[in-house]
């Protein structure tokens, strides 16, 4: 079962505005993650926020981390086109649940040229 | 160097069928998961070896699905007696140690559709 929920669900936005995508989580965590996953592609692995941060930057992302409301949001600045693709949020429980990821539905981020 | 690969890219059965599907993870990887993704979905945790091991199977969703890691690099998942509700994208994933705090490196998965 999914553990997390993210939205909006579909986000399509013109290229070099920002997007903005929010996760919620039901449990407590170690860390969370961020994957984009193309069109009929693999997953890619964006970012990665422990428990104990609550923000990290990488390039043009940056993540938030609330613990206290069971939740994240990724922000990517300046869009492009090539970041059309979906983006899902998650979970690594930790403990002996370590390794072991729960995912969000996704969200579809659409870029337009 | 080499990513994770799956084969086979897709995979069409009838229902009742028993299918293998391959993963072989980024070299030197001891931590190999597995995950199924339907549509619209995102992916849900199936089952995660730790070298030639299965650490934790809660997972799968039933008897019919088993995998192996018998030296503890490639992966074979397992399904016997396949339904139509099993359809969906199996997706592949390795780390260089289990821990927390390693990215999961995919594959492009495996797209199974039973008839």
């Known amino acids: 079962s999914q553990q997390g929920e993210e939205d909006p669900q579909a986000l399509s936005i013109q290229e070099g505005e920002n997007a903005t995508m929010n996760c919620s989580y039901k449990?407590?965590?170690?860390?969370l993650q961020w994957y984009r996953q193309n069109s009929g592609r693999g997953l890619v692995h964006l970012i990665l926020?422990?428990?104990?941060?609550r923000e990290k930057h990488s390039g043009r992302l940056r993540v938030t981390l609330d613990t206290s409301k069971k939740s994240s949001s990724l922000l990517i600045t300046a869009s492009r086109a090539a970041d059309t693709a979906s983006y899902f949020c998650?979970?690594?429980?930790?403990?002996?649940?370590?390794?072991?990821?729960?995912f969000g539905q996704g969200t579809i981020l659409t870029v337009h040229p | 160097g080499a990513g994770v690969s799956q084969t086979p890219s897709n995979k069409v059965t009838e229902k009742g069928k028993y299918v293998e599907l391959r993963c072989d993870p980024i070299?030197?990887?001891?931590?190999l998961y597995w995950y199924r993704q339907s549509l619209g979905q995102g992916p849900e945790f199936l089952i995660y070896?730790?070298?030639?091991?299965?650490?934790?199977d809660s997972g799968l969703p039933n008897d019919r699905f088993f995998a192996v890691r018998p030296e503890g690099s490639v992966s074979t998942l397992k399904i016997q007696r396949t339904e139509r509700g099993d359809s969906a994208v199996y997706l592949c994933?390795?780390?260089?140690?289990?821990?927390?705090?390693?990215?999961?490196?995919f594959g492009p998965g495996t797209r199974l559709t039973v008839l």
């Open positions: 926020i422990r428990s104990n941060e």
């Open positions: 070896f730790q070298g030639t091991g299965a650490a934790d």
């Open positions: 449990t407590s965590i170690n860390n």
């Open positions: 070299s030197g990887h001891t931590a």
């Open positions: 994933a390795s780390s260089p140690v289990s821990s927390s705090y390693n990215e999961q490196f």
């Open positions: 998650a979970t690594d429980a930790g403990g002996t649940s370590y390794g072991k990821l729960t």
